[in-house]
């Protein structure tokens, strides 16, 4: 397991270290940065398991690092410290699905019982490594054939009745990507058939086509993939730059 703890106090984190790492499960590696930025950048190459992270921090605080590691794809579970005990901060960290919010200074059967519960989810010790493959298989085939459907973790743990959790580290370790990011990348894919092939549909259509109700939402998702927006694109398919406008 790969745990990265994110602290701006030096004293307060190499305290945390020492906690970790006295407790975490055998065979659990342990990295540190001192801020957001550091961070974002180790988490791209580090690909951690579990992120600990302060609230208070400068420039970023955890809550704005947790969605940018969410979003980003970098990390999907999250511990949150502070020295804070307010309901405000317990309700927001609810909101952003973290495991658990802890007190500092940290209770060391707390972050064991925790920490145990994250590594019973992660897929090498869930299953086998025959039954990991059968399952990425089923889901990621899944997808492909039902990319245009309202698809989500619960309803991908379900088709192979495993935790939502375990999912998600399977989506990382297979596709080296988040679930979230893995069906928008199918989902513009086929946009971009269509956007080729049937001039006859609509923006909003072919948004509806895989899986975007919203005209608006594949619009701004199309962008974000590809830097065009689909009726630009659609443009240079039919090698004639248009106007986005008149084409949505």
């Known amino acids: 397991m790969k745990i990265l703890i994110v602290d701006d106090e030096p004293l307060i984190l190499g305290g945390l270290v020492k ?43 955890g809550f704005q690092l947790i969605e940018e590691a969410r979003e980003s794809g970098l990390c999907d579970r999250f511990i949150i410290l502070t020295g804070y005990d307010e309901f405000e901060y317990v309700r927001r960290a609810l909101r952003c699905g973290v495991i658990d919010y802890l007190l500092k200074p940290i209770d060391r059967d707390e972050i064991a019982i925790l920490l145990n519960r994250v ?25 492909e054939e039902n990319f245009m459907e309202d698809i989500s973790l619960d309803k991908l743990a379900d088709l192979v009745n495993l935790h939502p959790n375990y999912i998600s580290s399977l989506f990382k370790k297979e596709t080296g990507s988040n679930f979230v990011n893995y069906l928008h990348e199918i989902r513009i894919r086929e946009a971009k058939k269509l956007l080729e092939s049937e001039q006859y549909l609509t923006i909003s259509l072919i948004g509806q086509q895989v899986g975007y109700e919203d005209k608006h939402y594949f619009s701004k998702v199309f962008k974000k993939y590809t830097g065009r927006t689909p009726g630009s694109y659609r443009g240079i398919a039919e090698g004639v730059e248009t106007e986005d406008s008149l084409d949505e």
């Open 19 to 61: 906690v970790v790492k006295e407790v975490a499960p055998v065979c659990t590696e342990v990295q540190t940065a001192g801020h957001a930025r550091e961070a974002i950048e180790k988490m791209k190459s580090y690909m951690p398991d579990v992120m600990i992270t302060d609230l208070h921090m400068p420039e970023q605080n």
């Open 119 to 143: 590594r019973e989810e992660l897929p090498s010790a869930a299953a086998t490594e025959s039954e990991y493959r059968h399952h990425a298989q089923k889901i990621l085939s899944y997808m």
